[in-house]
């Protein structure tokens, strides 16, 4: 097996533990005396009321993500050509331009519309 | 033996971005308090108050870590118990491991062995880092969905936009950065970086990529939700956004990952961008200064130099960042999200196509041959 992928297991192992051992601290080491004001959850002295899972929060957030997803991707792919891109010369830079100028013009019409405007 | 000397690596790697973990919580308190003129953490009662001189550190160091231990672990009515102890394991895990790439030395010479100074010598270690960060997010918005509370779930939600936009900038800047060096393994881009400009100014990557230092900077500093960019946890609207109900040593794993999360922008902008841990003119056999002047080093003590260069610039990073968040006020949500989206993205884009264009056009102007 190559050695840096042993490494990167001895690594995970070595990480999992502490934070493993971080994590579980106080369930181990606390004291326990649960009592029902204890254990609601904070609602500033307030009772919670209604149901937080089905809580409604703005579109805006789910538009974020979306567009995350598109950009995100798009850089992705400029990972490889980043590295091999001396070999590939000014064919793989106007291959790539293309490619970024049609989510630049992506880019410019969700700007334009107001997608990213925030209130 | 092979098997000994991986482990050690993997371990001091480890205990680095530990200590310098643990080392920031302390340097944030009594930074803050230089920055706010106040004394800062002092109080420390150890062994009854007998000894005469101040024992902050320890107090910090130790105290406050032993008191979160041993708090009470709530876990709230109607909270999804799995995901409420995953999460912040998840928030921690991925950054402890991201260190494991980072190069903190060229190689070190014992006998005839030849160690590399990398835990994980991964080829792909920028996208590796990448991959790592961006984990991170999970830890966020499952604590918050997990805890069945209002300021949770809002705090989540809000963090996970906010890291996503940003990450978007730090992977556009990051390319051009590969751009430049025509690699993405983090001990080669060092490698690169122990060249010289014009035979005096070290070929480091601040003086190729500039404007990537800058968006890479921000960015970092958004993904740690830290002040200025803290709106996930917003203590006067979210009281403390995504890890409201979290207490005793779940907390401060949050709290670890804060902290963690500034070591590794630190580390990461010293090794991309300001020569990791070469020294300038330092070569493997000693300084071989501009002027023509030569002073020859063993491998050892060159070696030492060089772990300690990469410290010292992961020290001043680290405390840039503290600086920044003890100087400026919280964002708003709308300018945080048009910082991200409407500033850094185009510009980290523009540069993108300037490397580009300019590393093709003048061939010898990067580093990378």
């Known amino acids: 097996m190559d050695e840096s992928y042993l490494a990167l297991l001895i690594s995970a192992g070595l990480c999992a533990l502490v934070v493993a051992v971080m994590v579980g601290a106080s369930w181990l080491l606390g004291k326990r005396s649960p009592n029902r004001a204890k254990n609601a959850v904070f609602e500033a002295g307030n009772r919670a009321v209604g149901e937080v899972k089905s809580h409604r929060f703005p579109v805006k957030f789910y538009l974020t993500a979306i567009l995350f997803i598109v950009f995100d991707v798009e850089v992705v792919f400029m990972y490889p050509w980043a590295v091999v891109f001396r070999r590939l010369g000014w064919f793989g830079l106007a291959e790539m331009a293309a490619f970024v100028l049609v989510l630049a013009v992506g880019l410019a019409y969700v700007w334009r519309v107001g997608a990213l405007e925030w209130d | ?369």
């Open chain 2, 1 to 369: 033996m092979d098997f000994l000397i991986v482990f050690a690596k993997c371990l001091v790697a480890l205990l680095i971005v530990l200590q310098v973990g643990v080392l920031l919580l302390w340097v944030e308190r009594k930074g803050s308090a230089l920055i706010q003129d106040r004394v800062g953490a002092n109080r420390a009662n150890l062994l009854g108050g007998v000894l005469p001189f101040n024992l902050g550190i320890v107090n910090t160091l130790m105290a406050d870590p032993l008191k979160l231990f041993t708090k009470e672990d709530i876990v709230p009515e109607g909270a999804d118990r799995f995901l409420h102890w995953l999460a912040p394991f998840l928030a921690l895990f991925p950054l402890f491991l991201t260190y494991a790439v980072i190069p903190f030395g060229d190689v070190l010479e014992i006998g005839d062995r030849t160690i590399n100074l990398q835990a994980v010598e991964a080829g792909p270690g920028i996208l590796f880092v990448l991959a790592l960060v961006s984990l991170g997010v999970y830890g966020v918005v499952l604590g918050g969905w997990a805890s069945n509370s209002r300021y949770a779930l809002l705090g989540g939600i809000r963090g996970s936009a906010q890291m996503i936009s940003y990450e978007i900038a730090m992977g556009l800047a990051l390319v051009a950065v590969v751009l430049t060096f025509g690699t993405l393994d983090l001990q080669q881009i060092v490698r690169e970086q122990g060249k010289l400009m014009w035979g005096v100014v070290p070929a480091w990557g601040v003086f190729y990529q500039p404007l990537a230092l800058l968006v890479f900077f921000i960015a970092g500093m958004a993904e740690s939700k830290r002040a200025p960019f803290d709106l996930p946890e917003a203590e006067s609207e979210l009281i403390a956004g995504f890890f409201t109900e979290y207490s005793g040593s779940k907390q401060s794993v949050f709290m670890m990952a804060d902290f963690v999360e500034v070591a590794i922008v630190a580390a990461l902008v010293t090794t991309l961008f300001f020569g990791g841990w070469q020294v300038p003119w330092l070569h493997r056999d000693g300084f071989h200064l501009p002027g023509g002047l030569s002073i020859p080093l063993p491998s050892l003590l060159v070696t030492i130099l060089q772990v300690l260069s990469f410290l010292v610039k992961l020290a001043i990073f680290c405390w840039l960042q503290i600086l920044v968040r003890w100087t400026l006020p919280r964002l708003r949500y709308d300018q945080l999200m048009n910082l991200g989206w409407k500033r850094l993205l185009p510009i980290a884009l523009v540069n993108v196509a300037i490397t580009a264009v300019l590393a093709l056009a003048l061939q010898g102007w990067t580093v990378a041959s």
